[in-house]
């Protein structure tokens, strides 16, 4: 069917944003969309096309290629940076900041403006620019209608109309476009440089001129039709150039004349003088059934198979097998097979249908113009591929058998479950090969140490990763290969050693991927500075020091404040920011106490901190997969920082600039596999420095594999067995290659979760040494929709972005604003939220936060709505406001609370109004090819749902984020119950937010939605997927909670029902139950005053357990031991839990206590393991050391135990899986009431 529709759509602009007039837009199939236009208002038409890449709209708009075209950006947010001087000219006498000397493009398309920007470069917004040289642009929420339409139609018309101004359809490929941009007069760029170079203008991009002048040219640029054919020259550039080649007859016989007569100076095409020469070779053209556009089209030469990631913007191709005797192709596009180049087998003359100057996009293929230059400057008898650059040898793939992969250990901070999901990729990519795997990982809540499936180890080892147990697992096991860059630092560490022991050498274990060496000069502080030296990168001022007193001596070389970083160390440990001399003995003795080795280096607080992750092959194809910019500042720990991707703040010319200092790092070091790269960048300025190289899979590794779609431990695991990128399948659209850049139609925003309230005392400031136990990641349209609904996933008690505090808690009478956003904390966003709604300037909230301010302008955004909801009456509430909030990520509840409704009501109300969410497919391409998985997530910025529900799937709810008490291990279960599932041929529906996890892996089940773990949004996937029933009781605390709730809506809960769960999280309810049981329990009372809890506690005396319900791993539990302790605890206890009663039970001393996990079907027993404490009872059983099975507990009390679970199962009527706690003391056995 037609994948379009027709209907009118809705802007995606700031709720504070200017008048905007409306328009259609109109494609000639019949398809009409309105929109809000914000730029010139006159009507025009043109060719629909689209541009996939992530930055550079200005320099995409004077683009001449893009002339008499409608353009379409996929890129969510366009206007953010604004626009710099369109007037400013650089050192040669072209536009600074553009292609051209205007915009050229008919019109534009996107999805949300922003009419706020900010950037030290920009003096206007695009609107005001647009308006100034009168285009005629459209905003609306298109999704990706047009790029689905020209996949299907091969290229479509259309027309943007303004009321009373029709226009007709227009065909720009049917003029001689060429003509249109080229330039009317001779120029000369360079003049008096020594190599006499004609250009052919048929729309060059300045970029091209520059890049030639650069190297030495004086570029003689002349019209189209010029009669270049006896002009002296030392070489010929044929620019790009929009349209159709066959239009410029006069240019074609122009270089036909030139190749005939036999002269020896080199020809350089590019884009549309690929197509002029081929044509003028006697090749023959043709028109593309899918054009290739965008800044991220995979290239391969052709003459060594090196692979270059490249920008282009053309229609046609040239018939590669249509090219006459003494021509061949040169380079192939490595997704369609398209022609890229050809070159002629004796003369100088080559061709690329791409852009080697990129300005947008990448910048890898500049070597063309060196290669153009060489050609020139060697002279005669010099052929092309000696002056081509030189790759590798031809690598083989690492012949192995067998290979052991070392696992992270044990979950900490830094370190958690995103090495559970490399290391299951990482197995999954070896037996796909056929490589037998041997694991280590102690981890018995991990995914990847299950024994038994088709994705799992053939053997795995719980052992500890250190030397002595590797050697001994190497010694028995004898693989020839090993895996070190999936288990974190403690692999690496381990790795490390057992390289410099000799033990690797010595049992012929090769060191898969990166070298161990690489890693060393990544994680050695000095070789580290040493190596980014030697190709000039830019590192911060620093110095690598083994004492305190050198670290003191360097403080004061550099100047405070200065910056320690530790060797060898996980999650900035033994890192932080020293504002003088006292401040740094402090860290530096912290610091030695852990590591020989630190770097003092300048401070760049305050700077922005962007992230790379690029891949590497043995053959030398390099791509960047993702970019991502923390919204924190420099001074915070990554893992601590709120970030999104893609960059969003950034200019084409920063990430480019900052993209290819990447790919020169991982060159130089001869990274093989994935690695990632943190930058510093100044805020106002191009200066950067490096940060920090990891050699390895990371936390930003699992996020950024999220992000994208793009699995980057399976692909790296691939590449150390010695494949190359061009040959692995992109697996998400089943047709294209690995070796491409993402490109995202949507907003990813990663949160941290902080679990600083359970250890009284602990400061809630956060720098950079990290302290978050997990994080969320959360996918949206636009920025405020993608981050509020981040902020929600963080924790249930979280509505958005508001100014009130995480579990319910509020803001002291006292509290110093300034402070509070000055100084980093788990608490920041809120204090900004505060501001915002007490209408602090953006200017002061940037100036005391370092958050730059386009982040800031759309948190006002969200705070205008909230104060706007709140004037409205919910009788009269307009349906556009309604939707606008849902557009920027208000939640029903959010919206309830601001109209005075219950979020029921809210809800009601949305659907009456015909207000839904729409389900998108995250594809990797941006629409450009068809993704064949099922990777989604919801959104209110849509018009269409990107997949048909036709199955009727089993729904299974995930962990959310790890937090203390909620871990790996319920990854472990949901995975478990996801698998056994499918062997069961039952459709699974995944819902999960958690980007370190296994369970969001999208080829784990049949359909994965990426959303929120609430009421609200499991009710709109389970309504819409028609879903058989939800399996809440393998993820945890938060779906629990959500059993009555979701039964109360409808439906169907798998397993116990949700009543009978009720009962048994509802303290007071379990403990009545169990009396009525006669199963023995410590004395109990549930209480709802302070005096009665005083009363009971003197009547059965101290020390008592005071237990909310409805919680996890004993939160807001304590063991009271005075009336004064009593008074504490008792308030906090019933924040937590305010809709059930708090119970008080007599604490019972010096008993043993035996935990029994079991399965039940319809109340009765079907298996059970019974474990026993090391320790007495009082340590909660995520804290304890556990012994399987029981051994000091005597068969008698086992029996009790059984007896009494028998009796809780039956009256629970429990199906599925449980746990009881019990204490022992003797023959007694009592339920623990934990």
């Known amino acids: 069917s037609r994948a379009h529709e027709q209907g009118e759509a809705s802007a995606g602009m700031e709720s504070s944003c200017f008048l905007a007039q409306t328009a259609n837009l109109v494609l000639e199939d019949g398809t009409s969309m309105r929109g809000y236009s914000f730029g010139h208002p006159s009507s025009t038409a043109g060719e629909v096309v689209f541009n996939t890449g992530l930055s550079g709209y200005t320099e995409s708009l004077t683009d001449p290629s893009y002339h008499g075209q409608i353009l379409t950006l996929v890129n969510p947010i366009i206007g953010s940076g604004g626009v710099p001087d369109t007037a400013a000219s650089d050192e040669i006498g072209l536009r600074r900041y553009l292609e051209s000397d205007s915009i050229k493009v008919s019109g534009l398309l996107v999805l949300d403006y922003s009419n706020e920007y900010s950037h030290w470069q920009a003096v206007k917004t695009l609107g005001e620019w647009l308006k100034e040289e009168k285009v005629r642009p459209h905003i609306f929420s298109m999704e990706n209608i047009f790029i689905m339409l020209i996949v299907i139609c091969g290229t479509i018309l259309g027309k943007i109309e303004f009321e009373g101004q029709p226009v007709e359809f227009l065909d720009p490929n049917k003029k001689n476009l060429i003509a249109e941009v080229s330039t009317k007069e001779v120029r000369i760029y360079g003049k008096g440089n020594p190599i006499k170079i004609v250009a052919v203008d048929c729309g060059v991009k300045h970029n091209a001129v520059r890049l030639l002048v650069k190297r030495g040219a004086e570029v003689h640029l002349v019209p189209w039709n010029h009669d270049f054919t006896s002009m002296d020259y030392d070489g010929l550039f044929i620019s790009g150039g929009p349209g159709d080649p066959t239009q410029a007859p006069e240019l074609i016989e122009n270089v036909r004349k030139v190749l005939k007569n036999d002269r020896q100076e080199p020809l350089l095409g590019t884009s549309m003088g690929n197509l002029i020469t081929g044509l003028a070779a006697g090749a023959i053209s043709y028109k593309m059934a899918m054009a290739n556009r965008g800044q991220n089209q995979p290239v391969v030469n052709l003459l060594n198979g090196q692979a270059f990631i490249t920008a282009q913007n053309h229609g046609y191709a040239i018939d590669g097998n249509s090219l006459p005797s003494g021509w061949k192709p040169l380079f192939v596009n490595a997704n369609d097979q398209t022609n890229e180049g050809i070159m002629h087998e004796n003369k100088p003359i080559f061709t690329v249908q791409f852009y080697p100057e990129g300005n947008p996009g990448p910048t890898d293929t500049e070597f063309i113009f060196d290669s153009f230059i060489s050609l020139i400057k060697k002279g005669k008898d010099t052929s092309i591929p000696s002056v081509l650059p030189k790759t590798t040898a031809a690598t083989s793939r690492v012949e192995v058998s067998k290979v052991l992969i070392l696992g992270s250990g044990g979950l900490s901070i830094g370190q958690a479950g995103e090495f559970d999901y490399s290391g299951s990729q990482a197995v999954k990519a070896m037996k796909e090969e056929n490589v037998k795997t041997v694991l280590m990982n102690p981890n018995i809540a991990s995914v990847q140490t299950n024994e038994v499936g088709l994705k799992q180890a053939d053997t ?240 930003s590794s699992a996020l950024a594999s999220k992000a994208t779609g793009y699995p980057l431990a399976f692909i790296a695991a691939k590449i150390a067995l010695g494949i190359p990128l061009p040959e692995i399948e992109n697996v998400v659209t089943g047709k294209t290659t690995a070796c491409f850049e993402p490109s995202l139609d949507y907003i990813v925003t990663k949160i941290p979760r902080w679990d600083l309230d359970r250890f009284p005392g602990a400061s809630n400031k956060i720098g950079s040494s990290m302290k978050s136990v997990g994080e969320v990641m959360a996918i949206g349209r636009t920025f405020e929709e993608s981050f509020q609904k981040a902020l929600r996933m963080c924790h249930p008690s979280i509505d958005g972005f508001t100014s009130c505090l995480p579990m319910n808690k509020d803001w002291s009478t006292e509290v110093d604003l300034r402070s509070e956003l000055s100084e980093a904390s788990s608490t920041r966003m809120y204090a900004v939220a505060k501001a915002l709604n007490e209408n602090f300037p953006v200017d002061d909230i940037h100036r005391l936060t370092d958050i ?274 009593m008074k504490k605890f008792l308030a906090e206890a019933t924040r937590v839990s305010q809709e059930h009663p708090v119970v008080l039970t007599k604490f019972i001393e010096g008993a043993r206590e035996v935990e029994m996990d079991a399965v039940a079907k319809n109340g009765k027993v079907i298996c059970h393991a019974i474990s026993e404490h090391v320790e007495d009872a009082g340590v909660h059983s995520g804290d304890a050391t556990l012994m399987f099975p029981a051994q000091t507990i005597s068969q008698g009390a086992i029996e009790k135990v059984k007896i009494a679970t028998r009796k809780i199962a039956d009256a629970f009527a429990i199906s599925g899986p449980f746990n009881i706690q019990f204490l022992i003391r003797g023959n007694d056995v009592l339920v623990r009431p934990f």
């Open 852 to 1125: 730059d301010k386009w982040f800031i302008f759309k948190m006002r955004n969200i705070m205008n709505m909230e104060k706007n909801l709140k004037a409205l009456d919910s009788d009269s509430v307009p349906e556009e406001s309604l939707r606008r909030a849902k557009q920027i990520g208000f939640s029903d509840k959010q919206i309830g609370k601001c109209l005075g409704l219950s979020e029921a009501q809210s809800r009601e109300l949305r659907i009456k109004k015909n207000i839904i969410p729409w389900v998108k497919q995250i594809d990797t391409l941006a629409g450009e090819y068809p993704a064949v998985t099922n990777y989604l997530y919801v959104t209110y910025n849509g018009q269409e749902h990107d997949v048909k529900f036709d199955d009727c799937g089993m729904m299974v709810l995930g962990c959310g984020p790890y937090h203390i008490g909620s871990s790996v291990e319920f990854d472990w279960c949901a995975v478990s119950c996801i698998r056994t599932l499918r062997q069961l041929s039952k459709k699974t529906v995944v819902v999960n937010c958690n980007p370190e996890t296994v369970s969001t892996d999208f080829d784990e089940c049949d359909r994965l939605y990426f959303e929120e773990l609430s009421l609200e949004r499991i009710l709109d996937i389970y309504q819409q997927e028609a879903c058989d029933g939800c399996i809440i009781s393998v993820g945890g605390q938060i779906p629990n909670n959500l059993a009555v709730p979701l039964y109360r809506n409808g439906v169907k809960i798998m397993g116990t029902n949700p009543l009978q769960i009720d009962c048994a999280e509802d303290r007071s309810v379990f403990s009545a139950v169990l009396d009525e049981l006669q199963v023995a329990q410590a004395p109990w009372k549930a209480v709802s005053s302070l005096e009665d809890a005083v009363e009971f506690a003197n009547s059965v005396g101290y020390p008592c357990l005071l237990r909310p319900s409805y919680v996890l791993s004993g939160s807001a539990m304590n063991v009271v031991h005075t009336e004064k302790e």
């Open 460 to 699: 795995v080892y719980f052992l500890p990763i250190t030397p002595h147990f590797v050697t001994e697992v190497i010694k028995t096991e004898r693989p020839d290969g090993i895996i070190l860059g999936m288990g974190g630092q403690t692999a690496l560490n381990c790795g490390v050693e057992l390289f410099k022991s000799g033990i690797l050498q010595e049992y012929g274990v090769k060191v898969l991927g990166t070298s161990v060496e690489s890693i060393m000069a990544t994680e050695d502080r000095q070789m580290f500075s040493d190596k980014l030296n030697e190709i000039n990168e830019k590192i911060a001022p620093s110095y690598a020091v083994e004492s305190i007193e050198d670290a003191l001596e360097a403080a004061e070389k550099i100047g405070y404040p200065v910056m320690i970083r530790s060797a060898y160390a996980l999650g900035g440990l033994g890192s932080g920011l020293c504002t003088d001399k006292e401040h740094l003995l402090d860290l530096a003795t912290k610091a030695f106490a852990m590591t020989n080795q630190i770097l003092v280096e300048k401070s760049v607080v305050g700077w922005k901190e962007i992230e790379y992750e690029v891949v590497r092959d043995a053959a030398d194809n390099c791509i960047t997969v993702c970019n991502m910019e923390n919204v924190d500042a420099m001074g915070v720990h990554t893992g601590d920082s709120v970030v999104v991707a893609p960059s969003q703040t950034l200019s084409n010319e920063e990430l480019q600039m900052l993209r290819k200092s990447t790919i020169n790092v991982v060159r130089h070091l001869n990274i093989v596999g994935e690695c990632n790269i943190q930058y510093a960048l100044n805020p106002t300025s191009l200066e950067y420095f490096i940060i920090e190289v990891n050699a390895r899979l990371s936390r």
